[in-house]
RNA sequence: GGAGGAGUAGCGAAGUGGCCAAACGCGGCUGACUGUAAAUCAGUUCCUUCGGGUUCGGUGGUUCAAAUCCGCCCUCCUCCA
């Protein structure tokens, strides 16, 4: 059985997971997309060391911040872990705020080794030619994705040039159950309750040190380092100007926002228990490992 | 006390007689999501029983018609005293 610890930012999603993992000697594997980089410590909210000695932890700190790091690397490295878990019965704990890379793991979703493929004509088109295109090559993908989300549109593209395969036939081909058991649990603060939350761990961080982290970074690696694009570091490279105060207000509304899109995915994406409590949530992760226990 | 300028939807800001419930941006809300996902993108945002109703500092006018023109009042800003 994996138990997956999700949930908006700064809702209390670390130490939930540490407590459960206490109480049922489980392991904790990062589900966060930013915490997997080294040095990333403050801005990124990474447990600390005291924390990560406690319980084994995964996938936190397993690359440079230049280092280019995706879903596939993710969904390589999480499921090879889970399985050595599993058979040795260790319970598996997932936590993280990046929805996405935990859908890739539970779910059957493929990634083809990546082939360099050349783009450049397509990124030259204006975004309605692209689509157009896409349109011709894979008219049902054309129709999921919006002509102006070139992101997605180019991915389509460079999946059909890669393995000469539509990027909606491709997923027409997985399993739509998971691969694995799963019990999933968010942990859902009230708006006004996450909206202060977030502001009183963003002025914590500047009292910790974000500042000095990111400077002390900045000789190592270049300001365009993969790892700088998370939120905390990004609004820093971007607005030295800024006043410490002003930077406050815009991390802590880009992290909003942020939460915002991760709710709308965990609740949609997903079959969760939302919890309010640390307490509520523990106690019903608590009795279905008891049950699963009798069942093995 | 005098001279100018400004007050527009949650905020910023266009609009200066009819095509204005009012561009655009921000913020808010809702949603999408299969290799950058802490990313990228879409819809929506006065009220409404969807017929309509009430808005552009306030008030009184002019006009078939006013956010737009005129009078008075209020508030704010700049300059002169």
Do not use: C, W
Not at 58 to 73: C, E, G
Not at 112 to 133: G, N
Not at 164 to 186: C, N
């Amino acid at each position: 059985m994996i138990y997956i610890i999700a949930g908006q930012t700064a809702s209390g999603k670390t130490a939930l997971a540490l407590d459960f993992a206490k109480r049922i000697g489980g392991h904790i594997i990062n589900g966060d997309a930013f915490q997997v980089y080294r040095g990333l410590d403050i801005g990124t909210a990474k447990p600390t060391k005291e924390e990560q000695s406690s319980v084994p932890h995964h996938l936190y700190d397993i690359v440079d911040i230049d280092q280019s790091f995706s879903i596939f690397d993710y969904q390589a490295r999480a499921r090879q872990l889970i399985d050595e878990l599993l058979a040795k019965h260790v319970p598996v704990i997932i936590t993280g705020g990046s929805g996405l890379y935990i859908r890739s793991v539970l779910f059957d979703y493929t990634f083809s080794p990546s082939r360099p493929v050349d783009m450049s004509m397509y990124l030259a088109m204006s975004s309605e030619e692209r689509h157009r295109f896409l349109q011709s090559i894979d008219e049902e993908s054309a129709s999921k994705i919006h002509a102006n989300n070139q992101r997605r549109v180019l991915r389509a593209i460079e999946i059909f040039l890669q393995t000469g395969r539509k990027k909606s036939e491709i997923e027409q081909d997985q399993k739509k159950t998971p691969l694995y058991p799963y019990v999933m649990v968010t942990l859902d603060q009230d708006k006004e309750v996450l909206a202060k939350r977030i502001t009183t761990r963003v002025e914590m961080m500047f009292k910790s040190g974000l500042q000095a982290e990111l400077t002390a970074l900045l000789n190592h690696y270049p300001p365009t380092a993969p790892g700088f694009r998370a939120i905390g570091y990004k609004e820093l490279l971007a607005n030295p100007d800024l006043s410490e105060e002003q930077l406050t207000q815009l991390i802590a509304l880009n992290t909003r926002q942020y939460a915002k899109r991760q709710n709308t995915f965990f609740k949609n994406q997903f079959h969760i228990h939302p919890f309010k409590t640390h307490d509520d949530a523990l106690g019903f992760l608590l009795k279905k490992h008891e049950e699963t226990h009798n069942n093995e």
